[in-house]
C-alpha cells in the first residue's frame, strides 16, 4: 500500500483543501504503517496522527520550541528548572543554546577533579594514617609530605583517571596538599584552590562544570602537629580532627536529622548508621546503655579492652587516646604544650573544645535549656539538672560510708574529703590543714584575724 492515503476533499494529514475540490493528495509523510490502519476505516472518521509538517499550523510555538532543541540532550533537572520558572520561552532557548552533552555525577566528578591535578602541582593523597600518607594513586605510604611529593612525580596523567575512575561516586574525594600551589601550564602562582579553578578556565579554557559538588578538599600537611585548616584558619591536635572539621567547609549532603554536613554521600550514611539508630546498647561489662552500636564498641575498645591504638611518633610506646599520647609527647620528648587561646579575653585552653565551649558559654551566652518552673536558662543540661535541685530538693548522692546524701555531686566529693583525710586547705601562718575551705576561712579569723587584712 502506498505510504500516501488518497482522501476526498481534504488531506487527513495537514487538512489542506485541494483548489478544485476533488481528491487531495497528501503532500506530508504518514507515521509508519499508518496508512494500512486507516484503510480499514471509512475516510470521515478517523484522523491521522499529527506529523512534523502539521504541527506548524496545529502548534506553532511547540514546533518552534522543538526545532531549538534538535539534536539536543534534555536532563530532568532541566525539565524541573523549566516547570519552576513557569510560561517563559527564555528558559528553553537557554536549554537549546547549551553546548555541555549530558554527563553522569560520576564523570562530572572525575572531570572536575582531574583538570585541578593535572594542570596543578598539588599533592594528593587518601586520609592520613598512623603509618604516614598514603598516595591517592598507587597507596604506597610515606612518613612526610615531602616524600610523597617527590614520589608523585613519577606518576602519568594516565595515573590520574585510573585512581580517579577506581572510586565510587558516593564516596570520591581527594585530599590534597596546596603548599606553594602553582598552575603549572603557565607555572604562575594561585593563591588557593578557588583562583586556581577561576585560572585555569579563564586562561586556559579547561572546562569545569559548576553543577557538581567540590570533590577536592585542600589541606597543607606539616612536617610536624599543627594541622590548621585552609578555609578558616583554625588550628587542630590531629590531623583526623582537621579531616572531620573540613564536612563543616564542604557541606555537599547534610542530615536530615541533625543537620550535619559531610563532603560525600558515603560518610553521611555512615554518620546516620552509627548516630541516628533508634535502640539501647548496653554493655555487658557495666551495664552503661549507648544509643548506637558504634558508640558501645568504642566504649568497650577503649574502658574495657584498653586498646592503645594510638602510637608516639618518637618513640614504640602506645597509648589508648589522643590526649594521653600528647601528654607524653610534651613530657618525654619535650613537644610544646598546645595552647588555643581566646581572641576576646585571652584566656588559654589545652583543648580547643574547651576553648570553643569558653566562647559559646562566656562571650556568645548561649543558654538553650530552659527550666520548665522558672524563667531561668542553662547553657548545657548538666546545669539545668544541677539548677533543678532548688526545685525539687532531691538528695540522690549518698555517702557510700556514713550514708549521707546530697542534693550535688560536687557536693558529696567535697564530703568524701573527710573521710579520706584529705587536708588541701593549709593555713599560711600556722600550716594546720583543713578538709574544707570554710574551715579554714573560719580558723583565721579566730586565730590570725590580722593575716587576713
Known amino acids: 500500500m502506498e505510504s500516501n492515503v488518497k482522501i476526498y476533499g481534504k488531506c487527513r494529514c495537514c487538512l489542506t483543501e485541494g483548489s478544485d475540490g476533488s481528491d487531495v493528495e497528501a503532500e506530508c509523510r504518514l507515521a509508519s504503517d499508518e496508512a494500512r490502519l486507516l484503510a480499514r476505516f471509512p475516510p470521515a472518521n478517523v484522523r491521522t496522527l499529527p506529523t512534523r509538517n502539521t504541527l506548524y499550523e496545529l502548534c506553532p510555538k511547540y514546533v518552534i520550541h522543538l526545532d531549538m532543541l534538535q539534536g539536543k540532550k534534555v536532563l530532568a533537572k532541566d525539565i524541573q528548572s523549566l516547570l519552576n520558572k513557569g510560561d517563559s520561552d527564555e528558559p528553553l532557548r537557554t536549554l537549546a543554546n547549551r553546548k555541555a552533552d549530558y554527563i553522569t555525577d560520576k564523570n562530572g566528578h572525575i572531570n572536575n577533579a582531574a583538570v585541578i591535578l593535572e594542570n596543578s602541582n598539588v599533592t594528593a593523597f587518601k586520609g592520613k594514617s598512623r603509618s604516614g600518607l598514603p598516595c591517592f594513586y598507587c597507596k604506597e605510604i610515606f612518613d612526610n609530605i615531602t616524600s610523597l611529593r617527590n614520589h608523585q612525580k613519577t606518576h602519568s596523567k594516565a595515573d590520574i583517571k585510573t585512581a580517579l575512575k577506581s572510586h565510587k561516586t558516593e564516596s570520591l574525594v581527594v585530599n590534597v596538599d596546596i603548599a606553594d600551589l602553582k598552575c603549572t601550564v603557565c607555572d604562575t602562582n594561585q593563591k588557593n584552590l578557588k583562583d586556581l579553578k577561576v585560572h585555569l578556565i579563564a586562561a586556559h579554557a579547561k572546562k569545569i562544570y559548576a553543577d557538581f559538588e567540590e570533590r577536592i578538599v585542600p589541606f597543607v600537611v606539616p612536617e610536624g602537629n599543627n594541622f590548621i585548616c585552609q578555609m578558616c584558619g583554625f588550628k587542630y591536635e590531629s590531623f583526623g580532627s582537621l579531616e572531620r572539621h573540613m564536612n563543616m567547609h564542604f557541606r ?33 561489662l557495666c551495664q552503661k546503655i549507648y544509643p548506637s552500636h558504634q558508640k558501645l564498641k568504642s566504649h568497650v575498645d577503649t574502658v574495657h579492652k584498653c586498646l592503645k591504638r594510638f602510637k608516639c611518633t618518637k618513640c614504640p610506646e602506645r597509648f589508648t587516646d589522643y590526649f594521653k599520647r600528647h601528654q607524653h609527647l610534651v613530657e618525654t620528648h619535650g613537644v610544646p604544650e598546645l595552647e588555643y587561646k581566646c581572641n576576646v579575653c585571652d584566656k588559654v585552653y589545652a583543648r580547643r573544645y574547651m576553648l570553643s565551649r569558653h566562647m559559646k558559654r562566656d562571650h556568645l551566652e548561649e543558654r538553650y535549656f530552659q527550666c520548665d518552673i522558672c524563667f531561668h536558662k542553662c547553657f548545657a543540661r548538666r546545669d539545668l539538672e544541677s539548677h533543678m535541685v532548688k526545685h525539687n530538693g532531691a538528695r540522690i548522692f549518698e555517702c557510700s560510708v556514713c550514708k549521707k546524701a546530697y542534693a550535688r555531686k560536687k557536693t558529696l566529693t567535697e564530703h568524701m574529703r573527710i573521710h579520706n583525710n584529705d587536708r588541701r586547705f593549709a593555713c599560711a601562718v600556722c600550716g594546720l590543714a583543713f578538709v574544707q575551705n570554710c574551715s579554714l576561712k573560719g580558723h583565721m579569723k579566730t586565730h590570725h584575724p590580722e593575716a587576713m587584712h
Open 252 to 284: 555537599n549532603y547534610i542530615c536530615d536529622s541533625c543537620g550535619t554536613g559531610f563532603v560525600t554521600y558515603s560518610r553521611l550514611r555512615m554518620h546516620a548508621k552509627t548516630m541516628h539508630v533508634d535502640g539501647s546498647f548496653k554493655c555487658e
